[in-house]
Antibody
Framework: EVQLVESGGGLVQPGGSLRLSCATS????????MSWVRQAPGQGLEWVST????????YYADSVKGRFTISRDNSKNTLYLQMNSLRAEDTALYYC????????????WGQGTLVTVSS | DIQMTQSPSTLSASVGDRVTITCRAS??????LAWYQQTPGKAPKLLIY???TLESGVPSRFSGSGSGTEFTLTISSLQPDDFATYYC??????????FGGGTKVEIK
């Protein structure tokens, strides 16, 4: 069974930093692209970032480009999101998501970790 | 950048109804569209990928169609578990895997 478990969320002041982790199991981690998706309270889904299976290619939404860095450690089957210069509008539930075998949608999702940016 | 627009934003329906949700892309994305279902407090669930391919384990009352810029998700006979919010997502390019704004299916 594939499992994705996010951690690292919490309360942080504007301008601060946070590092999210997504530990995976039950999957050949290095084969699949991985992504972060966030959902602000009461709002829709927003794609944040994607990283290729090897880690050699990374992609970001304009809203986080230059502030967030996605990375992965294939030896630990873990995905990361380093978030710097956080703003109030970054407050959201952050999900990690795994590419499907068809490379055409997010087949597996974690349960999310909540990030709150507030003074 | 390609934009994804869903309609309606809210839909009221009854159990047994046929329901159709539309997703439009501002430019052609061929068949690279996914549909997700999200219930309150839960992570989204992949329903359909490549516009019309049903994900394993998803009931056959769900179907998807379309290509290019216009796509539809149809639920042939709405069941109690189907009251949820549905999102489309373009999946043609990792540089922008954006979602539509969502369609909430409510009980009439």
């Amino acid at each position: 069974e594939v499992q994705l478990v996010e951690s690292g969320g919490g309360l942080v002041q504007p301008g601060g930093s946070l590092r999210l982790s997504c530990a995976t199991s039950g999957v050949t981690f290095s084969v699949y692209a991985m992504s972060w998706v966030r959902q602000a309270p009461g709002q829709g889904l927003e794609w944040v970032s994607t990283i290729s299976g090897s880690g050699g290619f990374t992609y970001y939404a304009d809203s986080v480009k230059g502030r967030f860095t996605i990375s992965r450690d294939n030896s630990k089957n873990t995905l990361y999101l380093q978030m710097n210069s956080l703003r109030a509008e970054d407050t959201a539930l952050y999900y990690c998501a795994k590419d499907g075998r068809a490379v055409a949608g997010f087949e597996h999702w974690g349960q999310g970790t909540l990030v709150t940016v507030s003074s | 950048d390609i934009q994804m627009t869903q309609s309606p934003s809210t839909l009221s329906a009854s159990v047994g109804d046929r329901v159709t949700i539309t997703c439009r892309a501002s430019q052609s994305i061929s068949h690279w569209l996914a549909w997700y279902q999200q219930t309150p407090g839960k992570a989204p669930k992949l329903l359909i990928y490549k516009a019309s391919t049903l994900e394993s384990g998803v009931p056959s009352r769900f179907s998807g169609s379309g290509s290019g810029t216009e796509f539809t998700l149809t639920i042939s006979s709405l069941q109690p578990d189907d009251f949820a919010t549905y999102y489309c997502q373009k999946y043609n390019n990792y540089s922008s895997l954006i979602f539509g704004g969502g369609t909430k299916v409510e009980i009439k």
